[in-house]
């Protein structure tokens, strides 16, 4: 078992990775804690739904489906469910279980943070990516049309729940998916994660215990050092950007649809590194490391019919582009990275072609 704490103004609480950890839930409910509410989608249920069970046997709690799915995320579902919270007895003494991937983490929290003004969360985090990412730190929320995220919250969880045996059931495609954020982990503030993700893809990607325990441990540890050192961004956070300024233009211009999250970073990632070796930032050695490493978790679905004019014009419109300031974090060696803004938009663009191959 290996606990990080993540400290935050909001509120201090640990994430533990430990195998077994869902059969053993309700030691981590408050005593006093009211109805409990288990928000997941059906697939996921079906898949390790039985494991939680088991740890909240001897706890009164209700169960809520989303219809799960990233173009899915969004505020109609989270009206819904609340409504379904009220009628089932929910109110301030209940507790929010939010079991899944990441855009369950992110509804979950969402709704427990606006359900009677705020309730507490458990993040239960069910895909790889997940696990590494999108359930330490309490950034909660919803898509709208106009763009990913744009509506949400910060909502310290209580605690964060990681099970890595729940990734026995996880499809091929979004491990991988995960192993991409990984890399990104390993390339902003870790040497020996990528080290390992470089020598040992064979048991990563076969899935063996210590391989998978080790690689979540290390991206767990790191979020909560970044997320505890600044919760709302203005700094030290935005280094966990790296490969998602150019990775949410790609989502964004296909419709959320064809690409993972996971894989429209490690396109970013791809561009990054371009950016960052034409701009002197990263040396040719470290570049080809981190494009090999990348590569070797592929791969990344094909881009064909994708501008690069486009992915442009989605960088200015972005959430993170403050004033028209496009930020890029970009690596100054494997374990390091920088933020950098005011970069030519002729090299921008020769960074995305360079990416879609
Ligand atoms: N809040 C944050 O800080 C943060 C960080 C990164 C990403 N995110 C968000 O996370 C979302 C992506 O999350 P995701 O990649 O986990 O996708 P996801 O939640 O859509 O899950 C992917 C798929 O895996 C299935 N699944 C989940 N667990 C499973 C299991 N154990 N076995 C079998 N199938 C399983 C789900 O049903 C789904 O079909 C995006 O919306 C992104 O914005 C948030």
């Given at each position: 078992m290996s606990t990080f704490p993540v400290q935050t103004p909001q509120r201090t609480y640990c994430a533990t990775v430990e195998r077994g950890i869902l059969e053993r839930a309700s030691a981590h409910l408050p005593a006093g804690t009211g109805k409990v509410f288990v928000v997941s989608t059906e697939d996921v249920w079906r898949h390790q739904g039985a494991r939680l069970r088991r740890g909240l046997e001897s706890f009164r709690h209700e169960l809520l489906f989303l219809p799960g799915g990233e173009d899915q995320k969004r505020l109609a579902p989270l009206e819904i469910l609340a409504g379904e919270m009220v009628r089932r007895?929910?109110?301030?003494s209940s507790l929010v279980i939010a079991f899944g991937g990441g855009v369950v983490n992110d509804m979950g929290g969402f709704l427990a943070s606006i359900f009677m003004r705020g309730v507490p969360v458990i993040q239960a985090p069910t895909t790889l990516l997940a696990q590494v990412?999108?359930?330490?730190?309490g950034k909660t929320g919803v898509n709208l049309v106009e763009g990913k995220n744009l509506v949400g919250t910060f909502h310290q969880p209580l605690a964060v729940l990681i099970d890595p045996?729940?990734?026995?059931?996880?499809p091929e495609r979004e491990y991988r998916a995960g192993l991409f954020e990984v890399i990104k982990t390993g390339v902003i503030r870790s040497q020996p994660l990528f080290r390992m993700l470089a020598d040992q893809s064979e048991q990563v990607l076969a899935r063996a215990p210590e391989a998978v325990d080790y690689l979540i441990g290390e991206s767990v540890r790191i979020k909560a050092e970044v997320v505890s050192a600044d919760e709302r961004e203005g700094?030290?956070?935005?280094?966990?950007?790296f490969g998602h300024t150019i990775g949410h233009a790609l989502e964004a211009e296909t419709g959320?649809?064809?690409?993972?999250h996971g894989e429209a970073v490690a396109f970013g990632m791809r561009a990054a590194v371009y950016l960052a070796e034409s701009t002197g930032y990263l040396s040719a050695e470290d570049s080809v490391d981190i494009l090999e490493v990348i590569e070797r978790y592929g791969p990344v679905p094909p881009l064909e019919g994708i501008a690069a004019e486009a992915l442009l014009r989605r960088l200015t419109s972005d959430k993170k582009t403050v004033q028209g300031r496009i930020h890029f974090v970009l690596p100054v060696r494997i374990g390091e990275v920088t933020v950098v803004s005011g970069l030519d938009e002729r090299l921008v663009l020769a960074a995305i072609w360079s990416a879609l191959g």
């Open positions: 007895g929910g109110d301030r990412d999108a359930a330490i730190g045996a729940a990734l026995d059931t996880l700094g030290l956070r935005r280094i966990l950007n959320y649809r064809r690409f993972l």
